[in-house]
């Protein structure tokens, strides 16, 4: 060490021992009266009532993204668990504070009944698996939360939502994105006409899919339309506010990858609406991921992209040559899809995507799948 950094060195001693002298001759309640806390301390409101949730199947989304978010619940939280895996339910249990005793599994399942602590069932079970455990947890008197796809067939959807208006309980499909705030905000764009009349939409929804998994499987409802596509046929209905009146799919299955013997690897598909919009889209399990949609307006564009991925959500815009980037507060989509289903239990209001929304996008789906069998342009339903 230099003689300088010496010299600074000892300075810097003897004045904190002269602060520390200082401060010791000053008595504490002068220092910290506590008559004196500022006024606007931020004091939270004891925490309102949170509805008890049960959550059905422990796979990749529930242990990965739900569970967790949790936490991030201002009206909801995990009271139950329906597994075929009990020591998996066991320590998920542990982890999470629930009560063993209310830990479910398939057979058992309709016992859930008798639990008055459970009020919904999040169900996230693979999609042929989707409508059975919706009506039976109806049947069970609780609300449900399903996943995307809804189900496997719009007959299924229909029973779904029957079995909800029956056991006059809520029915919410789990379309996240209607949550939070970047395409809560690309629908506004889209309401106000910010960037003039919408002409055109295209959105793609792209993953590779490596087995196992139920993706891949026809036996479970797996398949790109159904798994992803369906974010880029939801987000052309909410973003024109519009149902679409005819749709044509072609799709590919390769012969050489085993990964395709039973669902298609790639779906192409168009949707035309009454306004004279028009969506085109493609959704893959064989690519790189990609998950965006840009709408082409009479005077710009805006998109997002990503646009369905859980964070980094972004939004640019284009108008007369100058590009911008918007910048919102990122949410957790599940946390906030949750809380809503929580919130219009505790207030009795019907949700922002109940089962006739998955219904909707089921036609869509079904329209695109005969299409692609006979050829043709097919009218949706
Ligand atoms: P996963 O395969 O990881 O989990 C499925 C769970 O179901 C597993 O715990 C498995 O043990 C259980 N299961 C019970 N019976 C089964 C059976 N007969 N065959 C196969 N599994 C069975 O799947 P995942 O990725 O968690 O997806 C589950 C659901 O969530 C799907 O409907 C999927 O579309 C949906 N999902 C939604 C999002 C979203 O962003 N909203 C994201 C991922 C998945």
Redesign the pocket.
């Known amino acids: 060490m230099s003689d300088q950094n010496n010299d600074s060195t000892r300075r810097g001693f003897l004045m904190n021992a002269g602060a520390g002298l200082l401060a010791a001759a000053v008595p504490a309640t002068q220092l910290a009266p506590p008559d004196k806390q500022p006024p606007n301390l931020d004091v939270p409101e004891p925490l309102g009532k949170k509805v008890g949730w049960a959550i059905v ?6 242990l990965e ?1 739900v569970m967790p978010a949790f936490a991030r619940c201002e009206k909801s939280r995990p009271v139950a668990l329906v ?3 009990p020591d998996k339910a066991k320590q998920v249990a542990e982890r999470y504070g629930i009560n063993p005793k209310s830990i479910y599994n ?1 057979e058992n399942y309709d016992t859930i009944k008798d639990n008055p602590e459970i009020q919904v069932v999040y169900n ?4 042929h ?2 409508a059975e455990y919706t009506i039976r947890g109806h049947q069970a008197g609780k609300h449900v939360l399903c ?3 809804m189900a496997a067939t719009v007959r299924e959807c229909e029973q779904m939502i029957d079995a909800a208006k029956n056991a006059q309980r809520k029915l919410m499909i ?1 379309y ?1 994105l209607r949550y939070e705030p970047y395409n809560q905000t690309a629908i506004e764009m889209a309401r106000k006409k910010q960037f003039g009349e919408i002409k055109l939409i295209e959105s793609s929804n792209v993953q590779d899919v490596q087995a196992p ?2 993706r891949l499987s026809k036996q ?1 409802a797996g398949g790109p339309l159904g ?1 992803v596509g369906v974010y880029c046929i939801n987000a052309c209905r909410y973003l024109t506010g519009e149902e679409p009146v005819e749709v044509t799919g072609t799709q590919h299955q390769p012969k050489d990858d085993p990964r395709f013997a039973e669902v298609p690897e790639s779906v192409a598909f168009t949707l035309r609406f009454p306004s004279g919009v028009m969506g085109y889209c493609g959704c893959s399990f064989g690519g790189a991921e990609s998950r965006r949609y840009r709408v082409q307006c009479a005077k710009g564009w805006f998109e997002l992209d990503p646009a369905f991925a ?1 964070t980094g959500l972004e939004l640019h815009t284009s108008q007369e040559k100058t590009r911008s980037q918007i910048n919102l507060p990122q949410k957790n989509h599940f946390a906030a899809e949750m809380d809503h289903l929580s919130t219009c239990i505790l207030d009795n209001k019907d949700p922002l995507t109940p089962g006739e929304e998955g219904l909707a996008d089921m036609k869509v789906m079904a329209a695109i799948e005969e299409s692609v069998r006979t050829g043709k342009a097919v009218a949706v339903s």
């Open positions: 199947g422990l796979g990749k989304l529930a993204e597994s075929g895996h398939y996230i079970l693979p999609n698996m989707h996943e995307k796809p789990g996240r998994n139920i479970t798994d859980y």
